[in-house]
């Protein structure tokens, strides 16, 4: 029997198909080992030795591993074909080895497919090679580079910038992008002027023309600053003889875009579907995983021979031979640091049509036939497209001024047709067909348009423009884009709001402090010559433990010099950087960092033991304070210690304060330790909050109701996973926190009854009762669990001991167990004929052991 090694179960069943009875073919679900989490994972003084650690559910797919595997003909490790894939393979040899798990004369093979057809797994099994040391090496180098400056960073981030979780390589680098585009939009000052825009008639078609020209001098788009300059300039068109002085007609083509990377398959995604990165990644993974597309994490451009030749053929049958241009395009990778070692993604078979595969989940349908279209495209000929030019005279007495109208018309669609395109998609006035012109013709003019317009401060990023950013910068990899902008998310240092990314107070606050004391190291230019480096030991052209040397030398001495940092410093320099975003300029023109309080003390960041907040300078004499939010806003909340008061309890009479502390805001009723509170959910901003909804939050949790089947309580609240609904002990999650305040008993007995059914934290089964006793303080019960028998009643479990066999236990042993667990008291009386009802599976032990 031959072992092959693969990452996903999806990926592992379709191979089986393929390979046949001679075959096992097993999932690692993903990477087995990784750097524990904690000091000393990677030290630097051992020649940097690194120490992994295998978790529990990885500990189990390694054993079923270990198990076939000791019985094997060959060992075939069939991992993703990337540096990744290549590092898991490593890390399962690696195990195995340790385990003594291999035959010596077990052959090990790796191979690496592209795509999971049966053509591309059955080549690949004939052309195994070894585990690829300079790409494992690269790997290796990854992990610690990152784990070196997480590890040594974020001490001194929580140090010295109290409320900040941690800093990451790539990551600091993505969220500078995010800040920083904040700051050009914050800074940016709006420019006036006006658009001049004739609408004109010929031959009784109308088209536009815009203002080209002013006494022979070209205008370009801001020319006009004011008002009274367009009317002078509307009166002098009006008053005109309107002349064509000439028309150019110019032939043009329009080429098509290359087939998809990971990066331009992410932002088309984004642009045509709303698709998120992270969604687009696990729909193209399932497509890969059903053998419909080639492997989706790539930079490379190209389509292999055979794919380039299929294309042709699928174009000249849906499209006709016109389509087909003379020669097949070659494409080649603009993204710095791309590696051309996979092809694009595209399909495996470009004669599946999108329409004919109906198996597919709307987001998998319309994600593959961007795809198959994209991919064809990138082979048909070029559009062409007549682009004709035409410059009006409009000439008075007193002033020369020259029209232009632009337009163009789609002699041959080309690649276009495969999108239903009829026109081009360049702007509105490019994409309009003119009137027949000639030189000498006197069109007619219908009106002037004058407008006016301020010029718009640059767009924030999405997340389809920010990884087009990153990737034009050489910074991170196809696998790491919709990982690094999740934990940015995650950590609450940036937000997604209609698709745009926002930076939170915490984020720029990380952001400035970095810029500020570690600007080296969140360089553009420097994180991407990390990834070159990466490239180079991947190449096998140095050793990457050169590399580590290098960073470590310059970065451990670096870190060392900050840690002597007093928080002054810090204040000072994140005051500076930050002072436009924390104290706005006000409209009467006062100074916007006087205290509002005691009107002498000047505001500015201080620092706590939850994060960062804005003081007055006369504390403790004055005590105002306020949230960086509100700061930014301009508003502000004065109260002892800085709490600020949203209102009273109806009921009680106590305040309710809107506090900050180390998780985050949070709403609290009255004083003390015993206070009740209760945590802003996500996507509540602090901003917002009221006394209104501070009252809803702390109603938490709420009774629905009574369960129609048990009788026990339903409640419905908010936990560390969101919000949800519980039942005895089974918790589900509700999709939206609004709901937890509104749900009802019937919307919340099916959710229940779905999370039973599904099983998951909270919701799994509990085990049939191999015995059951009836006892005053309620029915016990002999249960076989996961960690082995035990007793039960109510909510208490007591493990049975290892000699004592689940059917041999007696009332009076159970009552013993319970009662050392805290439960009922031994000497509880049992009801007068207490005896234990047998199932089938205790009378089954009963008769075995009677006939032995």
Same mark, same amino acid.
């Given at each position: ?97 340790? $385990? ?59 140090? $010295? ?90 032939? +043009?083509?329009?080429? &098509? ?6 990066? +331009? ?28 597309? +080639? ?97 009006? #005279? ?39 067909? @003119? ?5 000498? #013709? ?14 718009? /401060? &640059? ?21 790491? *884009? ?94 500076? @950087? ?13 100074? &916007? ?55 009273? #309890? ?62 026990? &309580? ?72 996961? *960690? ?14 290892? #000699?004592?066999? /689940? ?21 509880? $009386?049992?009801?007068?004929?207490? $005896? ?17």
């Amino acid at each position: 029997m031959k072992v092959v090694i693969v990452e996903s179960p999806a990926k592992a069943k379709t191979i089986n198909k393929y390979l046949g009875k001679d075959f096992e073919v097993l999932a690692s679900f993903g990477h087995v080992r990784d750097l524990p989490a904690k000091d000393g994972s990677v030290r630097p003084d051992e020649d940097f030795a690194m120490s992994w650690a295998v978790d529990a559910a990885s500990k189990k797919r390694l054993a079923d591993i270990t198990k076939a595997v000791k019985g094997a003909d060959e060992l075939i490790l069939a991992t993703d074909p990337d540096r990744e894939g290549e590092a898991i393979s490593w890390h399962v040899l690696d195990v195995l080895r340790e $385990k003594k798990a291999l035959k010596k004369d077990v052959p090990v093979k790796r191979v690496v497919f592209n795509a999971i057809t049966k053509d591309a797994v059955t080549q690949a099994m004939k052309n195994p090679r070894e585990i690829d040391g300079p790409l494992v090496d690269a790997y290796l180098a990854r992990r610690a580079l990152d784990y070196l400056v997480g590890f040594t960073l974020s001490p001194i981030l929580w140090r $010295k910038l109290p409320g900040s979780r941690s800093a990451g390589r790539v990551q600091s680098v993505a969220l500078r992008l995010v800040c920083e585009r904040e700051e050009e939009i914050e800074k940016f000052k709006p420019e006036e002027y006006w658009s001049v825009i004739s609408t004109l008639n010929q031959a009784g078609k109308s088209f536009d023309a815009r203002l080209y020209a002013v006494d022979g001098k070209k205008v370009d788009k801001l020319a006009v600053k004011a008002g009274e300059d367009a009317e002078l300039l509307k009166k002098s068109i009006e008053t005109s003889r309107l002349a064509v002085v000439s028309v150019d007609k110019k032939p +043009t083509k329009r080429n &098509p875009y290359a087939p998809f990377t990971t990066s +331009t398959l992410q932002q088309d995604a984004s642009s045509r579907l709303g698709l998120s990165p992270s969604r687009t990644m696990q729909i193209a993974q399932r497509l890969y995983e059903d053998g419909l597309i +080639t492997y989706m994490r790539t930079d490379a451009v190209q389509m292999a021979p055979e794919a380039i030749e299929a294309a042709r053929r699928v174009i000249a049958k849906e499209f006709g031979a016109d389509y087909v241009p003379e020669k097949p395009r070659l494409y080649s990778s603009k993204a710095k640091n791309a590696q051309e070692a996979h092809e694009a993604v595209r399909p495996t078979d470009l004669g599946k049509h999108p329409d004919t595969l109906r198996n597919l989940d709307p987001d998998q349908h319309k994600l593959y036939q961007l795809i198959w279209r994209r991919s064809l495209a990138s082979q048909m000929r070029s559009a062409e497209i007549e682009r004709t030019t035409a410059d009006i #005279d409009a000439d008075t007495a007193e002033r020369k001024i020259m029209l232009r109208a632009v337009g163009s018309v789609i002699t041959f669609p080309g690649f276009l047709g495969v999108y239903g395109i009829e026109k081009t998609e360049e702007d509105d006035e490019d994409s309009r067909e @003119l009137p027949a012109l000639a030189e000498g #013709d006197s069109p007619k003019l219908e009106k002037v348009n004058i407008a006016q317009h301020f010029t718009q /401060p &640059p767009a924030r990023f999405t997340e389809a423009s920010l990884i087009k950013k990153m990737e034009e910068l050489g910074i991170g990899r196809p696998s790491t *884009y919709a990982a690094t902008l999740g934990t940015l998310k995650d950590r609450d240092y940036i937000r997604l709001e209609k698709r745009t990314l926002y930076p939170e107070d915490r984020g720029r606050l990380v952001t400035a402090f970095l810029q500020s004391f570690f600007s080296k190291y969140v360089e553009y230019g420097f994180t991407a010559s990390l990834e070159e480096q990466l490239d180079e030991i991947s190449a096998g052209d140095i050793d990457y433990k050169d590399v580590l040397r290098q960073f470590w030398t310059d970065f451990s001495k670096h870190t060392t010099e900050i840690k002597d940092l007093r928080v002054s410093e810090v204040l000072d320099a994140l005051n500076d @950087l930050l002072g436009h975003h924390i104290f706005p300029a006000k409209e009467d023109g006062s100074d &916007p960092r006087l205290c509002p309080t005691c009107g002498e003390g000047q505001l500015s960041l201080k620092l706590g033991k939850f994060g960062a907040f804005i003081g007055c300078s006369n504390y403790p004499d004055c005590r105002h304070t306020q949230q960086l939010s509100e700061s930014a806003t301009g508003q502000s909340s004065e109260s002892i210690d800085g709490d600020g008061v949203l209102g009273t #309890d109806p009921e009680s009479g106590e305040d309710i304060f809107l506090k900050t502390g180390r998780f985050g805001p949070y709403v609290q009723l009255g004083d003390g330790k015993e206070a009740k509170r209760s945590s802003l959910p996500r996507g509540w901003d602090a901003g917002s909050m009221d006394l209104e909804k501070a009252l809803k939050l702390l109603s938490l949790p709420r009774e629905v109701g009574e369960h129609p089947e048990t009788g026990k &309580p339903i409640t419905a609240g908010i936990g560390r996973y969101g919000p949800f609904v519980l039942h005895d002990g089974t918790y589900a999650n509700l999709p939206d926190v609004e709901e937890v305040f509104s749900v009802g008993l019937n919307r919340a007995v099916s959710l229940i009854a779905e999370k039973k059914a599904n099983g998951g934290r909270g919701g799994r089964a509990t085990p049939a009762a191999i015995a059951t006793f009836e006892h005053d303080d309620g029915p016990i019960t002999v249960r076989s669990g996961r *960690y082995g028998p035990y007793v039960n009643q109510g909510k208490v479990n007591a493990t049975l001991p290892k #000699d004592l066999a /689940p059917e041999a236990v007696t009332l009076e042993k159970a009552l013993e167990l319970i009662a050392a667990k805290g439960g009922s008291s031994a000497k509880g $009386k049992p009801k007068a004929k207490a $005896k234990a009802k047998p199932t089938a599976k205790s009378k089954a032990a009963a008769k075995k052991k009677a006939e032995a």
